[in-house]
């Protein structure tokens, strides 16, 4: 079933992780992946480009259907492989609200930290300024500070006992935290969110490879 999906993938990419954990999850094994190296631009292939114009990663296609955006194509597997392997979407209408709502939440968390790791990548250096990196520490902090809150009062996973698809969507971000230098002992339900879930099969089967490489990672957020 999964022989007519290809993944166009980057290692450490939260949005391409994402997409990796629900392949996991609904057990969609032995999909066709390549790879690809953001350092030497192969995101911006003619291969990449044919399926999508942007030239970015995640590049996902099921046979003829394209899905570009992380977060269509988590959706888009859960829906058309609903019955297979982990339901990430609860029926339950309570339930179902807070996935949702942690799920989208999830858009604000990432980009909170993209704008902090990536700062030095995404901005030319005679626009860099220390007051907008500052800004940019303090909005993580307070975002950071709302997921502490969060995970105190879900449980073990984001939406309640089970993993759903906001635990797909989220836990790339937190692990990219903890990867990039984020203190455990100031955040402890953050981290034992992290502590759990990294030893989740389907997380495990997709870690990053660079990050198996070089597991101490950076100190980017020590002082967050």
Not at 13 to 27: D, F, G, Q, T, Y
Request: proline letters at 6%; charged letters at 20%.
């Amino acid at each position: 079933m999964a022989e007519n999906m290809t993944l166009f993938w980057g290692s450490g990419s939260a949005p391409c992780w994402r997409v990796m954990i629900a392949l996991e999850e609904k057990n969609l094994h032995g999909y066709n992946q390549k790879l690809l190296s953001f350092d030497k631009m192969e995101h911006k292939s003619p291969e990449v480009l044919a399926i999508n114009p942007r030239g970015q990663l995640p590049s996902f296609n099921h046979g003829n259907n394209v899905l570009n955006e992380s977060y269509a194509a988590c959706f888009y597997l859960e829906s058309q492989f609903k019955s297979q392997g982990s339901k990430l979407v609860p029926d339950g209408p309570a339930e179902q609200a807070l996935t949702y709502q942690r799920t989208f939440e999830g858009l604000t968390f990432y980009d909170k930290l993209f704008a902090v790791i990536y700062y030095d990548y995404v901005v030319p250096e005679g626009e860099r300024c220390d007051s907008a990196m500052k800004r940019n520490c303090q909005a993580l902090t307070n975002e950071l500070k709302l997921w502490e809150g969060y995970l105190l009062k879900a449980g073990s996973h984001l939406a309640g006992p089970s993993f759903s698809l906001a635990d797909v969507i989220v836990f790339p971000t937190v692990a990219n935290l903890f990867h990039f230098g984020l203190s455990a002992e100031r955040y402890p339900n953050v981290a034992a969110y992290y502590a759990l879930l990294k030893e989740r099969p389907s997380i495990k089967a997709s870690w990053p490879p660079h990050w198996l490489e070089n597991p101490k990672g950076q100190d980017t957020l020590k002082d967050i």
